[in-house]
Each structure stands twice: as C-alpha cells, then as structure tokens.
C-alpha cells in the first residue's frame, strides 16, 4: 500500500522461490484482493511451465506476466499482457528481440549477471536501452535508485521504470522513504 499511495502504476508479485521477495500465491491473491481499481498487478516468473503461470493467473487475480530466463521462442499464450524480461550484457543481448516483439507487450530491460535473474542493483549501459526501443516499449530496470531514476527517465524515456533493490532498506524490505523518493523523481522526470 506504500507503493500505491505514493504513486505506483504496477506492483510486482516475485513467483520465483529462490528470491529474496518471494510471495505465495495466496499472500498475493490477499493482497490484491485489497488493491484500489486501475493499479496493474504483475506476475515475476522464471522459466515457470505455462500451465502453472495460468494457475496463479486464475489464483491471485495478476493482470500482467513478467518473464524471465525463458528461451527468446518461449512465449506462451498467456489471457494477459507478457513483459519479457532481457539482461543485457551488451548491444547482442538485444538480437532475441526481432524475434519476439510480437509476442510481448514490453521488454523489461535489466542488468545481467550470472547468478541472478535480477534485482542486484547493478546499472547497465543506457545506450543500449535507447536502442532496444525499436523492438517496441521497454520499461527500464537494472540498478535505478532515487538518486538516479531521473537522468535515467530523462535520457532512456522508458515506457515504464522497474525497481526493487534501489528502495530497500535491507534485501526483501522496501524503505517507504526511498519508494516515495523514486516515485515522485520518476513521475517528476
């Protein structure tokens, strides 16, 4: 609910059990039940079977699906909008798009590194991200932070911005401080 009071267009629901933000289906079903109308709900998944994605669609009421990890021809037909999750290590992580821009609705574009999916805080080169959005919307991620959320809208503009370790106060704990912080700077921006 900090988020959304101070501003927040989506919240993310983490499904992946080897996070740090982990959230079951039913704490999250809860939460959402609760939610004011017009805030997107969006689903985290890594490399999770199709048919388990619409389970916890149909379980907790998501409205979006957020993919990671999944090969670049592995899209499923999904009854709601698909972010595709890329880490970008450099301009070649981009070459998967073309290939997939019809099957997604944005491209969630974060840092890669090799023993996470995502949420480390790392910033990747922006210039990349200028160039993916020829692929179509792309809602940036990857080390953004109050301190820096603005330059990034202003220089990337992004569709969307994606945060989660930049406004914590210790790994899977949000400091409602920084989320505002983020919020108001990225609106702002």
Same mark, same amino acid.
């Given at each position: 609910? @900090?988020?959304?009071? @101070?501003?927040?267009?989506? /919240?993310?629901?983490?499904?992946?059990?080897?996070?740090?933000?982990?959230?079951?289906?039913?704490?999250?079903?809860?939460?959402?039940?609760?939610? $004011? &109308?017009?805030?997107?709900?969006?689903?985290?998944?890594?490399?999770?079977? &199709? =048919?388990? !994605?619409?389970?916890?669609?149909?379980? %907790?009421?998501?409205?979006?699906?957020?993919?990671?990890?999944?090969?670049?021809?592995? !899209? +499923?037909? /999904? +009854?709601? +909008?698909?972010? #595709?999750?890329?880490?970008?290590?450099?301009? =070649?992580?981009? =070459?998967?798009? !073309?290939?997939?821009?019809?099957?997604?609705? @944005?491209? /969630?574009? =974060?840092?890669? %590194? $090799?023993?996470?999916?995502?949420? %480390?805080?790392?910033?990747?080169?922006?210039?990349?991200?200028?160039?993916?959005?020829?692929?179509?919307?792309?809602?940036?991620?990857?080390?953004? %932070?109050?301190?820096?959320?603005?330059?990034?809208?202003?220089?990337?503009? $992004?569709?969307?911005?994606?945060?989660?370790?930049?406004?914590?106060?210790?790994?899977?704990?949000?400091?409602?401080?920084?989320?505002?912080?983020?919020?108001?700077?990225? #609106?702002?921006?």
């Amino acid at each position: 609910m @900090a988020a959304i009071d @101070a501003g927040a267009d989506a /919240l993310g629901f983490v499904f992946f059990p080897g996070s740090p933000r982990h959230v079951s289906y039913l704490d999250s079903a809860e939460i959402i039940r609760y939610l $004011p &109308p017009f805030v997107n709900t969006v689903g985290v998944f890594v490399d999770e079977d &199709p =048919d388990r !994605i619409k389970e916890a669609i149909s379980l %907790t009421g998501i409205n979006v699906v957020q993919l990671h990890s999944e090969g670049p021809l592995r !899209i +499923p037909a /999904l +009854p709601c +909008p698909v972010i #595709k999750a890329i880490r970008v290590k450099s301009l =070649d992580s981009l =070459d998967p798009l !073309i290939n997939i821009k019809d099957a997604v609705s @944005a491209f /969630l574009l =974060d840092t890669y %590194t $090799p023993d996470a999916f995502g949420g %480390t805080g790392q910033i990747f080169n922006w210039e990349i991200a200028l160039e993916a959005k020829q692929f179509g919307r792309i809602v940036l991620a990857g080390g953004l %932070t109050p301190e820096n959320v603005a330059e990034a809208v202003r220089r990337v503009k $992004p569709y969307g911005v994606d945060v989660s370790s930049g406004v914590e106060a210790k790994k899977g704990r949000k400091d409602h401080k920084k989320l505002k912080l983020f919020i108001d700077r990225a #609106k702002k921006a």
